[in-house]
Each structure stands twice: as structure tokens, then as C-alpha cells.
């Protein structure tokens, strides 16, 4: 793409650009949050506490009291801008600018599944709705009668015959996971799954859920959750099961969409310093939906 300079045409050729070259990484937004937009700095979350069960009706309505909470996500702006000086430009020194932008869109487009991958690493201090750690032994369990469930789960190991017991296991303390009026939070079961690893254990993960026989047996687990191998997970050995469908862990809030803009000519820079700005904008925020929907398996 050939850029030449004028006052109004280079913000359109850089946008266009940037618009290009921003491909969106496989979403891990769409995969595994609650997509929600906003219309305001912060949005509250009071529908995360579950609805009371159906009861026979004897005379009249009971009404059962559910636990007081609630769940505010703030919204953040983020923003990158690069700088070019008006004799690059006006020397058609064009090419290390296309690079930047192309550069610049590339890192915009993985921000979001920065922010994703960032609330499931910090989901063991961070709290949500119940008002503990998203990845905690300690969420309530039946309001009236107390007690605790635990999704931060000891793993076995990270060989392909511990993780196929641990994800067993994961799923099954998943499913078992009970509403705060003592009903199974999953229903009858069912829903859709996905594992989120690193890179380290891709290949034990792949044949765990992928491979149709193992030692000469039937693989029983294959193709029971969708694989999502990240490298920003640091941790070598620690993974995550979360369901994926209908019921989700954690929330993605849209305030504003991502834009590009510019500082080109008329401006204080640019007759001061003759420097030109190219910025991109968003602002949106990564949080926590239901914990009963994840489990972190520690190792």
C-alpha cells in the first residue's frame, strides 16, 4: 500500500491501514465470557445470585431469601500512540511508519485476550460476586446451612495419565457445584467445555482429549472441552477447565470500541515540534461471571 502525504489524506491512508492489518486473534472474549456493553463508567452485575427453585404452591407463595450479592465491573481506557516526525513525511520516508501501524494494530487486536487470560491468572486473589476469590475453597454453598465449595483444585501431575484423572475430576467437582438453594448449579448436566493451558502441556492436553485410544483403551474423554493453548499463561503447570456455553465464568464489558484518530496539522505539536500523533482507543473492561462455571487445577 503506497502512503502519500498531504494534510487529509494520510490519516485515511494510515486508517485504512490499521483497519487492514487489525485481525482479530481467535477470540477469547467470544469463547469463554459473557459479552456485555456498556452504557455508562461501571456497570453492576446483580443477576449473578441464583433464582429460587419451583415449589409446589400450599396456599400461598414461598418466598425464599437468597444471599445480598452483586458484582461491579469498572470500566478502563486504553490507548497507544506512536509519533512521526512531518520531515519523514514529507520525504516519503514511509515504509518504518507502515511498520509501526501495522504493528501497533497487531498489539491492539491481542489486547483483549491479554485482559482474558490476565483474570483467570489473577482469579486466585481477585474476588467475585460471593465476595471471595473467583478461584477459591472458600465460595458458600447452601445459604440456610452454610458450608463451602471449592474450584482451586490440587492437580496429580502433569504426565498425559494425570491430567486425563484431573480433568475427570475437574468436571465432576464442576458439575457438582450446587445454587445457594442447594439444587445442582448445573442442572442435569450437560453444556459445552474448554480447557485453557499453556503451551508446556499442549501436547499431553492434545492427546487427552483428542487421541481415540490411549495404552491400547478407548479414550473415553475425547473431544469433551475445546483446547485454548495460551503463552501468556507463565505457569507451566496450571490450567483450567471452564464451561462455555449458555453458563460462563468470566464477563467482557464494552464501553467503547477500539477507533483510530490522529494529530496531524493545526495542531501544537505540529507547529512546535513538527510531530505528527496516530493513536488507536478503547475502553472496556474483563471481570467475573460465574466461579461455578471454572475450575483452576494447580500442580
Same mark, same amino acid.
Given at each position: 500500500?503506497?502512503?502519500?502525504?498531504?494534510?487529509?489524506?494520510?490519516?485515511?491512508?494510515?486508517?485504512?491501514?490499521?483497519?487492514?492489518?487489525?485481525?482479530?486473534?481467535?477470540?477469547?472474549?467470544?469463547?469463554?465470557?459473557?459479552?456485555?456493553?456498556?452504557?455508562?463508567?461501571?456497570?453492576?452485575?446483580?443477576? +449473578?445470585?441464583?433464582?429460587?427453585?419451583?415449589?409446589?404452591?400450599?396456599?400461598?407463595?414461598?418466598?425464599?431469601?437468597?444471599?445480598?450479592?452483586?458484582?461491579?465491573?469498572?470500566?478502563?481506557?486504553?490507548?497507544?500512540?506512536?509519533?512521526?516526525?512531518?520531515?519523514?513525511?514529507?520525504?516519503?520516508?514511509?515504509?518504518?511508519?507502515?511498520?509501526?501501524?501495522?504493528?501497533?494494530?497487531?498489539?491492539?487486536?491481542?489486547?483483549?485476550?491479554?485482559?482474558?487470560?490476565?483474570? @483467570?491468572?489473577?482469579?486466585?486473589?481477585?474476588?467475585?460476586?460471593?465476595?471471595?476469590?473467583? /478461584?477459591?475453597?472458600?465460595?458458600?454453598?447452601?445459604?440456610?446451612?452454610?458450608?463451602?465449595?471449592?474450584? @482451586?483444585?490440587?492437580?496429580?501431575?502433569?504426565?498425559?495419565?494425570?491430567?486425563?484423572?484431573?480433568?475427570?475430576?475437574?468436571?465432576?467437582?464442576?458439575?457438582?457445584?450446587?445454587?445457594?438453594?442447594?439444587?445442582?448449579?448445573?442442572?442435569?448436566?450437560?453444556?459445552?467445555?474448554?480447557?485453557?493451558?499453556?503451551?508446556?502441556?499442549?501436547?499431553?492436553?492434545?492427546?487427552? +482429549?483428542?487421541?481415540?485410544?490411549?495404552?491400547?483403551?478407548?479414550?473415553?474423554?475425547?473431544?469433551?472441552?475445546? @483446547?485454548?493453548?495460551?503463552?501468556?499463561?507463565?505457569?507451566?503447570?496450571?490450567?483450567?477447565? +471452564?464451561?462455555?456455553?449458555?453458563?460462563?465464568?468470566?464477563?467482557?464489558?464494552?464501553?467503547?470500541? @477500539?477507533? /483510530?484518530?490522529?494529530?496531524?496539522?493545526?495542531?501544537?505539536?505540529?507547529?512546535?515540534?513538527?510531530?505528527?500523533?496516530?493513536?488507536?482507543?478503547?475502553?472496556?473492561?474483563?471481570?467475573?461471571? /460465574?466461579?461455578?462455571?471454572?475450575?483452576?487445577?494447580?500442580?
Amino acid at each position: 500500500m503506497s502512503l502519500v502525504y498531504s494534510s487529509t489524506s494520510l490519516e485515511k491512508g494510515l486508517k485504512s491501514l490499521f483497519m487492514e492489518s487489525f485481525t482479530v486473534e481467535d477470540s477469547l472474549a467470544m469463547k469463554l465470557a459473557y459479552m456485555q456493553g456498556s452504557e455508562s463508567d461501571k456497570e453492576k452485575y446483580e443477576w +449473578l445470585g441464583q433464582s429460587p427453585q419451583m415449589s409446589e404452591l400450599k396456599g400461598t407463595r414461598h418466598v425464599t431469601p437468597l444471599s445480598d450479592t452483586g458484582y461491579e465491573l469498572t470500566n478502563t481506557t486504553y490507548t497507544a500512540t506512536i509519533e512521526v516526525k512531518r520531515t519523514d513525511l514529507d520525504d516519503n520516508q514511509t515504509g518504518s511508519i507502515k511498520m509501526r501501524i501495522q504493528q501497533m494494530a497487531a498489539t491492539a487486536s491481542a489486547h483483549v485476550n491479554k485482559l482474558i487470560i490476565n483474570a @483467570l491468572i489473577d482469579g486466585t486473589s481477585d474476588a467475585c460476586y460471593d465476595g471471595t476469590a473467583f /478461584f477459591g475453597n472458600s465460595h458458600p454453598a447452601r445459604a440456610d446451612e452454610g458450608g463451602t465449595q471449592d474450584n @482451586l483444585l490440587a492437580g496429580s501431575g502433569t504426565t498425559a495419565a494425570a491430567i486425563a484423572t484431573d480433568f475427570a475430576a475437574s468436571k465432576a467437582a464442576l458439575l457438582n457445584f450446587t445454587s445457594e438453594s442447594g439444587e445442582p448449579f448445573h442442572g442435569d448436566g450437560g453444556g459445552t467445555y474448554a480447557v485453557v493451558c499453556p503451551p508446556a502441556l499442549e501436547k499431553n492436553f492434545r492427546e487427552v +482429549l483428542g487421541a481415540s485410544i490411549i495404552s491400547n483403551t478407548s479414550n473415553m474423554q475425547a473431544g469433551m472441552a475445546d @483446547l485454548i493453548v495460551n503463552p501468556r499463561l507463565s505457569d507451566a503447570d496450571d490450567w483450567y477447565l +471452564l464451561r462455555n456455553d449458555s453458563l460462563r465464568g468470566l464477563i467482557f464489558q464494552e464501553r467503547d470500541s @477500539l477507533e /483510530f484518530s490522529s494529530l496531524e496539522t493545526n495542531t501544537e505539536s505540529a507547529f512546535h515540534r513538527e510531530i505528527f500523533s496516530y493513536g488507536v482507543r478503547a475502553r472496556y473492561a474483563a471481570g467475573y461471571g /460465574f466461579w461455578q462455571c471454572a475450575v483452576k487445577q494447580v500442580n
